[in-house]
Structures are given as C-alpha cells and as structure tokens.
Antibody
Framework: QVQLVQSGAEVKRPGASVKVSCKASGYSFTTHAIHWVRQTPGQRLEWMGWISVENGNTKYSERFQGRVTITRDTSATTAYMEVINLTSEDTAVYYC????????????????WGQGTLVTVSS | DIVMTQSPLSLSVSPGEPAFISCRSNQSLLHTNLYNHLDWYLQKPGQSPQLLIFLGSDRASGVPERISGSGSGTDFTLKISRVEAGDVGIYYCMQALRTPYTFGQGTKLEIK
C-alpha cells in the first residue's frame, strides 16, 4: 500500500534551518510529484511548493521563495523539504503529499499524505 | 494568488441532518477545458487531510454517495446529505487551477 512516512518532530531556534524527509513506499516513486503543505497553529493550510520526482524540477510559492528548497533522492525514494532562516511564524505541521495528475482533465489532487512533522521554532 | 473563502467556519449538525459548506474564489476556477479545478479535503481529528471531491463534483475513491460537491466558476458547495458521527473534522476547499494552490480557511463540523 502507498505510504509516505515523514521524519520526527523538530525544535529549532530562530535563524536556524530544518530539513524534513518524506519516505515513499508502495508505488513507483518517479511517477508522481510530491508537494509540501504546512498547517499553521490556527489550522490554516498553506501550499509551499512541489517537485517533479522524475526530473527534479521544482516550483515554490512566492511566499517561500528563497527560503525553501525541495529535493529528492530517487535511490532512497525520499523527498526532502528544507526551510532556512526560521522564525516563530514557521511553527507549523509540515506535510508531504503525493500528487495524482490526470492528463485528460488536468486535475491535480493530493491522494496520499504523510503523517505530518511538527516544527517548533522557539528561543 | 487566488483567494478562497469558506462559510460557515463552524457547523454543528444533528446526526441524520444535512450539512452544507460554501466555498468561493475570487477568480473563476473554470479551466478552458471546461473542468472546475476545485477540490475538497477532510481532516479528521488527529489525522492528515484526505481527498473527498475533485474537479468540483467527482468523488474520490471510497467516498460515500451522501457526500457530494457542486458548483462552477467561483461558487461551490459541499453537501453531506445525512451527517454521521464519522464526518466530524475540518473541511477545506482548495483551488488546483494554478499555483500557488490555495485553501479556504476550513470549516469545522461537529455533531450535536
């Protein structure tokens, strides 16, 4: 069965960086893009960016451009999301999600999600 | 960015009664291919979000028929015809027309 298993919770100081991993299993890793979405303490969901696992191309929300880097290691079937220069506003649960793209309709959905990784930024 | 606005933000419904959640976008989500790129997700307590509806009205695998989506352009509705205890959680609409994909604020459904 399809599974996305994320790395554990992190506590970071302001100004530090964090790298969250997302290990995929149960499907051919290179056939689906991976997206990253975060959920703020107020329960708001924010799309951060995505990576084409096949070729490594990425696209980021302008809100996070320059501070977020998404990568993947196809041999390890793992995607990564790194955020630098953390502030308290980055305290959130970070999710990876598998994209399901339908060519005919152009539909993009997130059909499987990781369990989430809580990142707490505090001095 | 496309702004998504949901209402109400919270809903308390008796079992067996219907529930309606509205989602509006500030730009049309109707693609030139005539599909509305609007999805609905449910986040049950303590869980990750799960896909319910895509393209405005198509049910995801395993979603019961009592849950349906409708609407076009900028106005969409999620309907639960008979609410059950297992429907509690936060419902989000999301536009998947263009990046950055954006979500509504969420609607919290509780059982009376």
């Amino acid at each position: 069965q399809v599974q996305l298993v994320q790395s554990g919770a992190e506590v970071k100081r302001p100004g530090a960086s964090v790298k969250v991993s997302c290990k995929a299993s149960g499907y051919s890793f290179t056939t689906h893009a991976i997206h990253w979405v975060r959920q703020t303490p107020g329960q708001r969901l924010e799309w951060m960016g995505w990576i084409s696992v096949e070729n490594g191309n990425t696209k980021y929300s302008e809100r996070f451009q320059g501070r977020v880097t998404i990568t993947r290691d196809t041999s390890a079937t793992t995607a990564y999301m790194e955020v630098i220069n953390l502030t308290s506003e980055d305290t959130a649960v970070y999710y990876c999600a598998r994209e399901n793209y339908d060519f005919w309709s152009g539909s993009v959905t997130f059909d499987f999600w990781g369990q989430g990784t809580l990142v707490t930024v505090s001095s | 960015d496309i702004v998504m606005t949901q209402s109400p933000l919270s809903l308390s419904v008796s079992p067996g009664e219907p529930a309606f959640i509205s989602c509006r976008s500030n730009q049309s989500l109707l693609h030139t291919n005539l599909y509305n790129h609007l999805d609905w997700y449910l986040q049950k307590p303590g869980q990750s979000p799960q896909l319910l509806i895509f393209l405005g009205s198509d049910r995801a695998s395993g979603v019961p028929e009592r849950i349906s989506g409708s609407g076009s352009g900028t106005d969409f509705t999620l309907k639960i015809s008979r609410v059950e205890a297992g429907d509690v959680g936060i419902y989000y609409c999301m536009q998947a027309l263009r990046t950055p994909y954006t979500f509504g604020q969420g609607t919290k459904l509780e059982i009376k």
